[in-house]
């Protein structure tokens, strides 16, 4: 399941300078939000550390001050509040060019509506379907590409259904000249990223279709397979669940009594049912799963 939390950092943790007690001291910081769609929190978590300290807490970016929220049996020492303070002064001042408390707001609207989009998406997906990379990981990371001096959005989508282990990619081509994003792409086709080939196409030629592979699309090979890899470990979870319901529903017209509470869960776990998916079962259909004789 998706963290609570996202990160920002590895290599590109930024680095900050504050003055704690007319002192400079530098501190390496992190940042994330809560990517809950329905959290109105405003909290943002902040993390500093350098050789001598390593702490968290977090900031209402309305407000600007200190949440005890989620640290609330925390006790912060002397030189911690002194830290707290001078970084609260830091992103208040009119002087941070970046990390303000706008900064922040955004940051958390983006994730927010990110975790918004990712809900819908992993909500509405039938197996059988392709799943818009954008849609899981941000609309962010759609990718760009220049065709003969048009410059283009590319949404990439893949098949995540469990045993498929086909290469396609569903390439939807969107020209940024439009001042707005339509509902409809420019041109779309399905693309196989270890053969090169293509079907399904939709207002493109397949001459113009063999350009764009040959001059742009055969140098993404490797990223569209390192995507199609992390787009099916992460939406895993939800897919084996969504199974277990489509199987439920298939099976109980041709079943003919309820699994008995004792017996094993029909979904392999080796767990009993009745501490397994009764409960669950019972709450999504108002029935027993059922079995054949």
Known sequence: MANKYRLVGG??????????????????????????PKCGCNNVFIGLFNEEHNMGF????????????????????????????AFIEFIKSPETKK??????????????NNAAVREEAIKEFKPGELLPYSDMFGIETALKIDLNGIKYVLLDSYCVTPPC???????????????T????????????????CCREPTNVSE????????TALSKYKILFEKRHKKIKKEIMPY???STKRQKFFENRNIATRKLGRNEPCHCDSGEKYKKCCMD????????AYRVAE
């Open 239 to 241: 897919i084996t669940d």
């Open 181 to 196: 994003e339509p509902k409809t792409p420019d041109f779309s086709f399905v693309y196989d990223y270890a053969t090169h």
């Open 11 to 36: 290599k590109d943790k930024p680095i900050i300078e504050l003055n704690v007690d007319s002192k400079p001291i530098r501190f390496t910081m992190l940042y994330r939000i809560c990517n809950n």
């Open 165 to 179: 282990a086909c290469t396609e990619t569903g390439l939807f081509f969107y020209d940024e000249a439009h001042k």
């Open 99 to 112: 990390y303000t408390l706008d900064f922040f707001k955004n940051y958390y609207d983006k994730i927010k």
């Open 280 to 287: 669950k079962d019972l709450q999504e259909t108002g029935k």
């Open 58 to 85: 977090y900031i209402n970016f309305g407000t600007g001050a200190l949440e005890q929220e989620g640290y609330a049996d925390r006790k912060y020492t002397e030189k911690e509040n002194d830290i707290i303070n």
């Open 207 to 214: 001459e113009r279709i063999k350009e764009i592979i040959e």
